[in-house]
C-alpha cells in the first residue's frame, strides 16, 4: 500500500470538492473525462483525446446511483478502485476527482424532463436514466467548468443528449470519441467483465450479426424493417437473450427518418442477465 501511494503521488487525487475547486482554479484549457470506473481501453481513448487537446485532463470517478433503474444493478456494477488509480497513474492524468454521494448531491437542482420525442431507445426501457445522468453531468459542469468533455460513442444517445443539455447551459464543448473494440469487434465495456466466457463468445458472434446487418440495410434501406426483423427472428432462435431495442434512427435527430440521411444501427439486449447496448 506505501508504494502505491508514492506511486500516485505525482498525480492529484481529490475527494474533497474545495479541495478540487482549489486545484484547477487556474486550468483554463481542462478536458474532463466522467467516468463510472472499471476503466478499459475505451477510457484510455477518451483520456488520450482529452490530452492531446487540452492542457491538462482531469477524470472523475462516480457511479452515480440516480441514473440506475434497477438497485441490483447498481449494486453489482464492477469496480475495482485501486487498479483503476494505477491505470490512470500510467495515463499520466492530472486530476483524479473521487467525489461521495454527499459531495455531488449536496442540494437540489431543477427536475430533469425528457420530452417525448427523447423518449426513445435506452430512455424508453430505463426510466429515470438520462435524467439521473443529466443531472449528475449539470452537476460536474458547473463545478469544473472544463474546456471541453469527452464521451464515447457506444453510449450515443447519451452523447446526443448530454451535448444538447450541457453545450446550452455552459461554454463547456462536448466531443464525441470512436467506440473502441476488441480483435472480434465487441465494444469495450465495464459490464463486459460480468459475463461468463460463453455469453461473452455469444456476445461476440452477435456483433458480427449487426455489422452484417448494418451492411445490408445500408444496401437496401427502404427494406430496413424487414431485415431487422428476419435477424432478431435469427437471434431469438440461436441465443439465449432478451432484445429490448433493435431499430434504425438517423444521427441528425434521433428520428426513425433514415431515407438518404446517416443513420445507425441500435441495439439493447440481455445476456447471461447483463445488459449490453452498441451502434454501428
Not at 481513448?45 to 487537446?53: F, M, R, V, Y
Not at 437540489?108 to 424532463?113: F, L, V
Not at 429515470?128 to 464521451?151: A, N, T, Y
Amino acid at each position: 500500500m506505501f508504494y502505491l501511494l508514492i506511486f500516485l503521488l505525482q498525480m492529484k487525487l481529490i475527494k474533497i470538492k474545495t479541495d478540487l475547486i482549489k486545484a484547477i482554479e487556474f486550468d483554463k484549457r481542462l478536458g474532463f473525462v466522467p467516468t463510472m470506473g472499471a476503466l478499459h481501453e475505451g477510457h484510455k481513448a477518451l483520456i488520450k483525446t482529452s490530452q492531446k487537446n487540452c492542457k491538462k485532463t482531469l477524470v472523475s470517478i462516480f457511479i452515480n446511483p440516480t441514473q440506475f433503474n434497477n438497485k441490483k444493478d447498481f449494486k453489482t456494477y464492477p469496480k475495482n478502485l485501486k487498479k483503476d488509480l494505477i491505470y490512470l497513474k500510467k495515463l499520466k492524468v492530472d486530476y483524479v476527482y473521487l467525489p461521495t454521494v454527499k459531495q455531488i448531491y449536496w442540494k437540489k437542482n431543477d427536475k430533469i424532463k425528457l420530452n417525448k420525442l427523447q423518449n426513445i431507445l435506452c430512455a424508453k426501457f430505463r426510466k429515470g436514466h438520462f435524467e439521473g445522468v443529466l443531472d449528475v453531468l449539470d452537476r460536474f459542469i458547473e463545478l469544473i467548468s472544463p474546456q471541453k468533455m469527452f464521451m464515447g460513442e457506444k453510449d450515443f444517445q447519451q452523447f446526443f443528449l448530454v451535448k444538447n443539455f450541457i453545450e446550452n447551459k455552459y461554454n463547456t464543448k462536448v466531443y464525441i470519441c470512436k467506440t473502441i473494440r476488441n480483435k472480434n469487434n465487441l465494444a469495450l465495456s465495464s459490464r463486459n467483465s460480468l459475463l461468463n466466457k460463453q455469453s461473452f463468445a455469444a456476445s461476440e458472434i452477435i456483433t458480427k450479426k449487426l455489422l452484417k446487418l448494418k451492411k445490408e440495410i445500408t444496401r437496401n434501406t427502404k427494406n430496413y424493417k424487414k431485415l431487422i426483423f428476419i435477424l432478431k427472428k435469427e437471434l431469438f432462435k440461436n441465443f439465449d437473450i432478451k432484445i429490448e431495442y433493435l431499430e434504425c434512427r438517423n444521427t441528425h435527430n434521433l428520428s426513425t427518418n433514415i431515407l438518404n440521411k446517416p443513420f445507425k444501427l441500435f441495439v439493447a439486449y440481455y445476456i447471461d442477465n447483463v445488459r449490453l447496448i452498441d451502434n454501428f
